[in-house]
């Protein structure tokens, strides 16, 4: 009697499951490389701005305006060197940077690992824009993973850039001139800096949470009124992964209020999505951008 061959479907259904969790792992591994290469594609966003002070001989002066560069993991100095080396193709009048120049990756603040690489990589970067060129100068503000002003302005030694929070920064041009005041998070009392502008001149708060929005608008000029011609924040990385339409980053309420783009009030407000990301290289409805303003004469 000839014996009976045994049922392969347990072998079927062990094959079918490695094939499925291959799949899986393919179609994870395709979506997390798309969210790493949507992070890695930088926008350069163009936009004019209308300013009822702006002097006449300030018309078509041209700012880039780059926040959030967040240095970790492939998100390299080297890297960003090289961005800034196309850009300076767009020959910027004015570079303005709005803060966090590095950031622990998700890795080290799991294991409460931060500090000095950051540092040592803030000193990269601004060594690699060491040679960009913006005629009318290279200003920035501190965010809130870039410690104190004493490490900031340290790592920003021979870069030619200028660490402006808490102060007015005169920009001439020979003819005319307009104020930077800087917004960021080493402190900084915004209502003595707008204490010190008339009503009737040029200023732009470079700030790096869009939610001192308040505090720029509350703030009066030295003659009264409002003082501030148009505002630029960063910070929120536009959300940065978004999932349901929750972001994964952690925002106030303000800050969801003001969660990317342009934004009417007394003077316009832009808050980029910035160019780095926080924690690790990933972005999912958001893009990696900075942005070139053509300031015009309204």
Sequence with gaps: MAAKKKPRSGRKRRRWGLIAGLTALALIGAGALGLHLNARVVHVRYAEAALSDLPASFDGTR???VTDVDLC????PGAVGRLFG???ALKPDLLLLGGDYASASLLDRLNGRSGADEFAARQAFFAAIADFD???GKLAVSGDN????????LAMLGSGVRLIDGSICAVSNGTDAIAIVGVGETGGDVAACAAQIRADQCAIALLHRPSRVVDVRIAEAADGGAWADLLLAGHT???QVQLFGRSVLSLD???KRFLSGWYTGAAPLLVSQGLGCEGA???LGSSAEVWLITLRCR
Excluded: K, V
């Excluded at 870039?146 to 302005?153: H, K, R, V």
């Design 253 to 255: 309420d303000a800050e």
């Design 237 to 239: 990385h536009g959300g």
């Design 63 to 65: 700012i880039l305006f």
């Design 134 to 136: 913006a005629p009318l």
């Design 73 to 76: 993991g492939a998100n390299t």
């Design 146 to 153: 870039d410690g104190g002003a004493d490490a900031l302005q």
């Design 86 to 88: 196309r850009l300076q």
């Design 281 to 283: 290289n990933f972005r």
